[in-house]
């Protein structure tokens, strides 16, 4: 097996960004991280402070550095931890058996949030927090859904606003950041004006990482490919 298929099997990242992407990740996921941490110390004990940390610390790397990315936009973010907040205390206070209440917290977390388009794996951690993060946690019954769980994910956000939207290139939520169509020159219906190198190209140009891997990005070029061979075909 060579070198670049064993990337390929492990899932590395091949695009590489640059270091002040780097750095404004860094910067933006410590600080949204460090403020979470103050605000979660006022509602509960170290001990269950630790345990919410956790999930938002997971959101902090998702919003900071893949802020474009679809698990990473507002909604999901918020609604993924509140729902799936909800989901575990209510599992923590119907179902005797731990082990039972946390796989039942966290597998009708991940269910509720595709229902709602809110898919934010970082929920998954809150809904089990909610059931084993320990009596501090519990003795807060529904009040954890809203303080802290829901404060520190509107915090996340109005923080990833903030600091991303300082780099026009970052701008978030994703809305922002789409520029305006650029006027298409040439003939449209050149099938070899698309290629995966090209799409490559461009994708390492955004300075930015972005979530979708190099075997999909082959496939969307393809797809991206056949609406051209059709109109191709019409005009002959």
Known sequence: MSLRNAYKWLGVELVEVSRLEKSIALFG???AVFLVAV??????????????IASTGASAVLLFAVPHGPLSQP???????????????A?????????????????LSIGAMLQLKCVHPPGGATAFTAVMGGSAIHQLGFKFVLFPVLTNALVMVLLAIVING????????AVLNRSVTPSTKGDSSDVSALTHQRVLAAI???DSFVDISEEDLIRLTELLKEPLKGVMRETL
């Open 29 to 31: 996921g410590g600080l």
């Open 39 to 52: 605000l979660s110390a006022l509602a509960l004990p170290a001990e269950g402070a630790v345990t919410v």
């Open 75 to 89: 909604w999901p973010v918020i609604a993924g931890h509140v729902v799936s907040a909800v989901i575990g205390v």
């Open 166 to 173: 300082a780099f026009k290139w970052r701008r978030y939520p």
């Open 91 to 107: 599992c923590a206070q119907l179902i005797g058996y731990p082990p039972l209440a946390v796989a039942c917290a966290v597998g």
């Open 204 to 206: 390492r140009s955004l």
